[in-house]
């Protein structure tokens, strides 16, 4: 069994957050305005199925009344695809993306914000599948018409940054990663304030560096920001929570500090069969972490003498139990 990790992979925003579609007053294209905020609100809800047949419907809509090269067709294809890579489902969302990038190119100019969006999404789409000489470019053609259009201390600026710099740590790209994340990191602070969750997310991401160089003293406290950011802001129950519960037990983890592993694996669990369900994916990966954290430190018996001052074995027996 292999320890697994929360990547908190950096999509696109789900629609097209960079301007407000106004409600149209013929009947059908209204109809189709309905479909596209149904579906937007059933992709944030992780609802993506549903959130697909209804994008499709509107798709449908759209390129009838308004043609083929349409923005509001291309922002339909771009939300198709965005639903897709959350599915996984890379081939799909590909062509979908790139005409909804050759629209968006054509009709609104090459460096049109709404463009950095599409190519930050086809990007990452190519990044999974490691096709990274395809998505490299695409990164950076989006942080650069981003930081050229809003200058280079915006939120949205900051957002391209971390996505670059997320490609390159998965590339073991560390030296170029790492000052990405901190300039991110410090535009977020400032703009948005200390604690905002698109703080928290940067967080992450670099207290993940940390983690992958063994610089383990520099991200524990990361871990732990990120903790404390996000319990406040969306509880202690929030599968986000749940998130950086796992990454900061397994940073315990690597350095065999099982013992306090093993209480943030058994809370992430908790969580994830409240929130998600028994049968979620995410359930699945949080149970198979406490095990292994459980079986290792109840195996090596100078791994148990080492930590019994920190919890009582009947404590740590009782967090290993595997039912609910």
């Not at 007053?25 to 809800?45: G, K, N, V, W, Y």
């Not at 599915?87 to 054509?106: F, G, H, K, V």
């Not at 383990?216 to 509880?235: F, K, S, T």
């Not at 592993?261 to 972490?289: F, M």
Request: aromatic share 8%; with cysteine; glycine share 4%.
């Amino acid at each position: 069994m292999t320890l697994a990790f929360c990547l908190g992979l950096p999509l696109v925003q789900i629609s097209g957050t960079l301007h407000s579609q106004a409600v149209p007053t013929d009947s059908i294209l209204a109809i189709a305005h309905r479909l596209f905020d149904e579906a937007t609100l059933l992709a944030d809800q992780g609802l993506h199925d549903e959130a697909e047949t209804r994008l499709w419907q509107t798709l449908d809509i759209r390129e009838k009344a308004l043609g083929l090269d349409h923005p509001d067709v291309a922002l339909t294809l771009h939300n198709l695809g965005f639903i897709y890579n959350a599915q996984d489902r890379y081939e799909e969302a590909e062509p979908l993306l790139r005409r909804a990038l050759i629209i968006r190119e054509t009709v609104l100019g090459p460096q049109h914000l709404e463009v950095a969006l599409t190519l930050n999404s086809l990007a990452f789409t190519y990044g999974v599948q490691s096709r990274y000489d395809e998505a490299e470019p695409l990164y950076e053609r989006a942080l650069a018409i981003r930081e050229s259009t809003l200058g280079p201390a915006h939120p949205d600026v900051a957002f391209a940054m971390n996505n670059l710099a997320f490609f390159y740590a998965m590339q073991s790209r560390y030296d170029e990663a790492e000052p990405l994340y901190e300039r991110a990191l410090a535009i977020d602070e400032i703009v948005l304030g200390p604690n905002h969750l698109e703080v928290a997310h940067v967080l992450s991401n670099l207290g993940m560096l940390y983690d992958d160089l063994g610089r383990y003293a520099e991200a524990r406290p990361v871990y732990e920001r990120v903790l404390a950011i996000r319990e406040a802001v969306l509880g202690s129950s929030h599968p986000d929570v749940a998130n950086i519960l796992i990454n900061l037990a397994s940073l315990y983890h690597h350095q065999r500090r099982y013992a306090e592993a093993v209480p943030l694996y058994r809370r992430s669990l908790d969580i994830r069969r409240a929130e998600l369900g028994p049968e979620h994916s995410d359930t699945s990966l949080a149970l198979e972490n406490l095990i292994l954290a459980c079986e290792l430190l109840f195996a090596l018996p100078d791994v148990v003498q080492e930590q019994r001052s920190i919890t009582a074995p009947e404590s740590m027996a009782m967090l290993c139990r595997l039912s609910p």
